[in-house]
């Protein structure tokens, strides 16, 4: 690795493609083989690929995951976030977890037509969909291609429930969407926010809104009555864990409606691109951090098990929990965001479900 580290970037390595039979795990190894092979030495910029998918709604099989359906404009995600569970699904697309996952960015064009098209299909039943499933639909990139804003506009057309997650504040250009379909009951929007110093977000997110943009759309987004819920995803033992209470506390004041939060897993190639991070960003804290994350995972770095992966189990995860849960009844008692209304979509599509 270079001495100094790659600014704007999380993931501070190439690593391995498990579908691959050649390594350059290290970006000296891989500047070593682009000079043998007569490629264009790393120039650390992000590639935007088109590609032209079938279907663009997927269904979601995973049991402990709380939505039905997800639908992602890009795969891989130039917010860089160190800790992102997407990574490894990058390997899929021919690409590695770590530096190509925040560099090679796919984009999915015909994502609105193939929307519609799932939006028109007969058996469709106006079932949730959630943008962000996968990696972040208000990527740096959205604010030139508006990929999103159109899925939108397809989604209000047909009042279908849609849920979006993101940690970008463009999602406020899109304000005039959301603001009529709040009135329709079909949008619930979800903040990631992981901690309330900017120092932490550049480490950890170095390429995402500041922390003072995602409190603003918070706020904005609650006083036009879109219903908000807050993502403290993920909790990470020792490093923003301490922040629990008074990120709930900031949030309730903003208008939040709820608050939701999972503890950082570490699974496949993320394992290996977190500790290269930590050891080298944060290297009087890596130990303890490496140790309180396994803590939570029955001893491990890399958690695959359904119902536990996502909240983890142990001493130090019981205190996280705790702590959500002290939070959640000192600032956010009373409050519940209301089930989204799908009655508008069959009434569009079969106007004699008026009648009943």
């Known amino acids: 690795m270079p001495s100094q580290p790659i600014k704007g970037r999380g993931a501070q390595k190439q690593v391995h493609n498990k579908f691959f039979e050649h390594r350059h795990d290290t970006l000296d190894e891989y500047l070593n083989f682009c000079e043998v092979e007569g490629e264009t030495a790393d120039t650390n910029k992000t590639k935007y690929i088109e590609v032209f998918p079938k279907t663009f709604v997927n269904k979601v099989e995973s049991p402990d995951i709380g939505m039905g359906y997800s639908a992602n404009p890009y795969q891989g995600c130039e917010h860089g976030c160190v800790y992102c569970y997407a990574r490894n699904s990058h390997e899929y697309w021919g690409y590695g977890a770590g530096l190509d996952f925040e560099r090679n960015i796919l984009v999915k064009k015909n994502a609105p037509q193939l929307l519609e098209e799932t939006l028109q299909r007969k058996n469709w039943q106006g079932d949730t969909i959630v943008f962000s499933g996968n990696t972040d639909c208000y990527q740096p990139i959205e604010r030139k291609l508006e990929i999103t804003r159109e899925c939108l506009k397809r989604m209000f057309q047909w009042k279908n429930p849609t849920g979006i997650i993101t940690k970008n504040a463009l999602i406020l250009r899109d304000l005039d969407i959301l603001k009529e379909m709040a009135k329709y009951q079909t949008i619930v929007v979800s903040i990631s926010i992981t901690s309330l110093k900017e120092s932490t977000r550049r480490l950890l997110e170095p390429r995402t809104s500041s922390i003072q943009n995602r409190l603003k759309a918070v706020e904005i987004l609650s006083s036009h009555n879109i219903p908000v819920n807050v993502m403290i995803a993920p909790v990470i033992p020792s490093l923003n864990s301490h922040e629990i209470l008074p990120l709930i506390e ?107």
């Not at 691109?273 to 001893?299: M, N, S, Y």
């Not at 001493?315 to 009655?343: E, N, W, Y």
Request: charged share 30%; with cysteine.
């Open 250 to 356: 900031k949030v309730a004041s903003l208008g939040a409606q709820s608050v939701a939060h999972t503890v950082v897993r570490l699974n496949g190639q993320i394992a290996t691109i977190f500790e290269d991070w930590v050891r080298k960003t944060l290297p009087d804290r890596a130990d303890r951090i490496l140790h309180q994350i396994a803590e939570c995972h029955d001893g491990k770095l890399n958690d695959s098990r359904w119902g536990k992966r996502i909240k983890g189990e142990g001493i130090v995860a019981q205190q996280i929990a705790d702590t959500m849960a002290l939070g959640k009844k000192r600032f956010l008692s009373g409050r519940k965001i209301a089930p989204m209304d799908r009655s508008h979509y069959l009434q569009l599509k079969d106007p004699q479900m008026k009648l009943f």
